[in-house]
């Protein structure tokens, strides 16, 4: 489905919103969830016997991108890791204790940070630790992020040898302009030089990260790295709307908010990049990704088994996400878990004996119906009232009563329709998805204030 660009519209519903990797988001989680939840949940998974996603989180970087939100620790030592790691080969050795290992680990990703700020040592010594503690399968999908600036051959080569089959890594921009303000250099001939050596190793599949709404950006300066971008044939690429947040991220403080593109000029980069991608032959995916018609995502797209986690979409639903080292966030069937997230804290926890969870949500029953709600619309652009009642033994339009209600102002803005029990979102409101999804949303109903980022 193709979409619909209308000005009016995404006008009109603009507003901040969650981005719904989860449901409920991460804005939920509170400090009352303990350790012995999280034991309890892990003890309930092996009942339920899914298969395992792991998520290992390298929070080091040799230098800071400004527009960045994640949680991350510069560095220029490389001694640092050698203690990070310890730790780490602690906590999997603890998880061991709670988690039934003959569950397959079907999906493995590396994030950060940068897990290339690892030596050659480190990333065979890691790998190595995580199939001494799990099972992971002989077609397991095993990702890494990667940032070119700092990444050596040999370490590609090392990736694809323990076994990594998908690279992730950032462009966000390639104008000289841009890349400046955001304190990231990172010029063309780099980037094409780290394509031909993947391509050469065989990896699946290369994902590529652009980033619209940073300082200085025109429709026209993006435009040419759109065009670049193709040029560099990625199986998959991800196009973010930048969340100038620097109340809660304090390093966006370094970015002059004078210099960020205009509403319009947003507005016209994002219509244009999703014509430029679409009419180079890629799938639209989502909200904001795009892959070529035989890529994992699209194929996932087209069967129904398309998910979100805390990564983005994801080819696998019906897993349970470990989430491994400082920061991480752990996604069980009806419990989310999050490690502390300064590396102090993490340590205090692990040398106490302790799984080092700061902060969670467990799951009510009307969590997990609105779930199911929110992810199909998220990843379909519809919602089947007969696939919720048989999941959950409700009468879906007597349950979302309210909702129904709420969105026939939608239905008469053309952003979808509800007939014959079904919700189908329309090119028109492909864009709103995010908005859509929040009519179901029973947590920011009474919210005064909507921390998040605007929805377009």
């Not at 304090?250 to 219509?271: A, N, W």
């Not at 992810?375 to 652009?381: A, R």
Request: glycine residues 6%; charged residues 30%; negative net charge.
């Amino acid at each position: 489905m193709r979409a619909i660009f209308d000005k009016k519209l995404i006008e009109k519903y603009d507003r901040p919103g969650p981005r719904y990797t989860s449901y409920p988001p991460a804005t939920e989680f509170h400090e009352g969830i303990r350790e012995e939840d999280y034991v309890r949940k892990l003890l309930e998974s092996n009942e339920r016997g899914r298969p395992l996603s792991l998520y290992l989180h390298i929070p080091f970087c040799e230098s800071a991108c400004w527009f960045c939100g994640c949680n991350v620790i510069i560095s220029h030592r490389k001694d640092v890791t050698k203690r990070y790691l310890d730790y780490v080969y602690r906590e999997m050795e603890a998880l061991r204790s709670y988690i039934d290992t003959s569950r397959k680990v079907i999906q493995l990703h590396w994030g950060g940070g940068t897990p290339n700020f690892l030596t050659d040592r480190e990333i065979r010594e890691l790998f190595g630790k995580i199939r001494g503690n799990f099972t992971v399968d002989d077609h397991a999908e095993i990702s890494v992020e990667i940032d070119p600036r700092y990444l050596s051959e040999s370490q590609l080569e090392t990736f694809r040898e323990v076994g990594f089959n998908r690279i992730s890594m950032g462009l966000q921009d390639l104008d000289e302009e841009v890349q400046r303000a955001i304190n990231r250099i990172q010029p063309e001939d780099l980037m094409k030089d780290v394509m031909k050596k993947l391509r050469d190793l065989d990896f699946k599949s290369i994902n590529i990260d652009l980033i619209y709404g940073l300082p200085y950006q025109t429709p026209e300066k993006f435009k040419k790295t759109i065009e670049k971008t193709i040029a560099l044939d990625p199986d998959r690429v991800a196009v973010f709307n930048f969340a100038y947040v620097p109340w809660i991220k304090p390093l966006q403080r370094k970015i002059d908010p004078l210099t960020l593109p205009p509403p319009e000029d947003k507005l016209k980069i994002l219509e244009m990049t999703i014509d430029m991608f679409q009419e180079a032959g890629y799938v639209f995916i989502g909200m904001d990704h795009f892959a070529k018609p035989d890529d994992e995502l699209a194929i996932a797209q087209r069967d129904g088994t398309l998910w979100r986690n805390f990564q983005g979409y994801t080819t696998k639903k019906g897993v349970d996400l470990i989430g491994i080292g400082a920061t991480s966030i752990g996604m069980l069937y009806d419990g989310y878990f999050q490690n502390y997230k300064t590396i102090r804290d993490y340590y205090i926890a692990i040398d106490a004996g302790r799984l080092p969870i700061m902060k969670g949500y467990l799951l009510t029953y009307e969590d997990l119906i609105r779930r199911e709600v929110i992810m199909d619309l998220m990843c379909h652009f519809s919602c089947s009232f007969e696939k919720i009642e048989s999941m959950f033994g409700i009468n879906f339009e007597e349950h979302f009563e309210r909702e129904l209600c709420e969105l026939k102002e939608m239905e008469s803005d053309g952003l979808l329709t509800v007939k014959d029990k079904k919700i189908t979102v329309m090119p028109e409101g492909r864009l709103l998805i995010r908005n859509i999804a929040m009519v179901f949303d029973e947590h920011i109903k009474n919210k005064k204030e909507l921390r998040f980022s605007r929805t377009i």
